[in-house]
């Protein structure tokens, strides 16, 4: 109830601009914006910011939010990133310094401004007016160990979730090998009638072959060479006998 009780803090007026406004935002979002709107608390607005290729926040997603007072759009709303970051103009608390939330202010900039601006101050820091002096300093003095430090951050707290595409070409590749395996499903079968081959009943070992060859040629194969091999040996072992007779 804590989060109505913010809405109706608010002037109707500036309820209904800020509705229109956050539809607007919904519908055509910025690039690399994604703004969270909820409709019961107009007064704290969350966005999602993709960090700009080619800096040290590539490839992060960073949560930040705008807090609107009770006399907004008199006065600029705060913002404050939720996610860690390292940045000049972020203070370690998450409070963004940006002249747009503050002397440069103007009631009639959007909320859709104040979001590109934000994101700009990460494709563009202003060390000069630095919350973080740490981040400040080691722009100014040396922009290698600034960049390793903040994509550092980045991977640590800000790393995008892997995509789903890369996830579903590996199904895609499981799908693609089964295909291009498919009597390995029948391994398991292949074994046991193998088994079935060496029991009492000698005939299900052809079974396999019978089936596939169909039609009467499956009848030949049921007396297989084994079976044509035993009354051969025999007639050799009478014949054999006979001699043994004559002497």
């Given at each position: 109830?804590?989060?109505?009780?913010?809405?109706?803090?608010?002037?109707?007026?500036?309820?209904?601009?800020?509705?229109?406004?956050?539809?607007?935002?919904?519908?055509?979002?910025?690039?690399?914006?994604?703004?969270?709107?909820?409709?019961?608390?107009?007064?704290?607005?969350?966005?999602?910011?993709?960090?700009?290729?080619?800096?040290?926040?590539?490839?992060?997603?960073?949560?930040?939010?705008?807090?609107?007072?009770?006399?907004?759009?008199?006065?600029?709303?705060?913002?404050?990133?939720?996610?860690?970051?390292?940045?000049?103009?972020?203070?370690?608390?998450?409070?963004?310094?940006?002249?747009?939330?503050?002397?440069?202010?103007?009631?009639?900039?959007?909320?859709?401004?104040?979001?590109?601006v934000v994101r700009c101050l990460l494709i563009e820091p202003f060390p000069e007016s630095a919350l973080n002096e740490q981040a400040g300093k080691l722009l100014l003095e040396n922009y290698e160990e600034y960049a390793r430090h903040a994509r550092l951050y980045t991977s640590i707290h800000a790393l995008r979730p892997k995509s789903k595409s890369k996830s579903g070409a590996i199904s895609e590749s499981t799908a693609a090998l089964n295909k291009g395996q498919p009597h390995t499903v029948l391994a398991p079968i292949s074994t046991s009638t193998g088994t079935k081959a060496f029991g009492p009943n000698s005939q299900d070992r052809n079974a396999a072959p019978s089936a596939v060859s169909g039609g009467a040629s499956a009848a030949p194969r049921k007396d297989g060479p084994l079976a044509v091999k035993v009354p051969v040996d025999k007639k050799k072992m009478d014949a054999r006998k006979k001699s043994l007779k004559r002497l």
């Open positions: 109830m804590a989060s109505m009780a913010t809405n109706e803090n608010l002037p109707p007026t500036v309820i209904r601009q800020l509705a229109k406004e956050l539809k607007n935002l919904d519908d055509s979002p910025p690039e690399g914006i994604k703004v969270i709107v909820n409709d019961d608390d107009f007064a704290t607005i969350f966005a999602d910011i993709e960090g700009p290729a080619g800096t040290p926040y590539e490839n992060g997603i960073f949560r930040m939010k705008l807090i609107l007072s009770r006399d907004f759009p008199q006065s600029p709303p705060k913002g404050f990133f939720t996610t860690k970051i390292f940045h000049p103009n972020i203070a370690t608390s998450g409070e963004i310094c940006v002249n747009t939330l503050k002397k440069d202010w103007n009631p009639s900039l959007g909320l859709r401004h104040v979001l590109l």
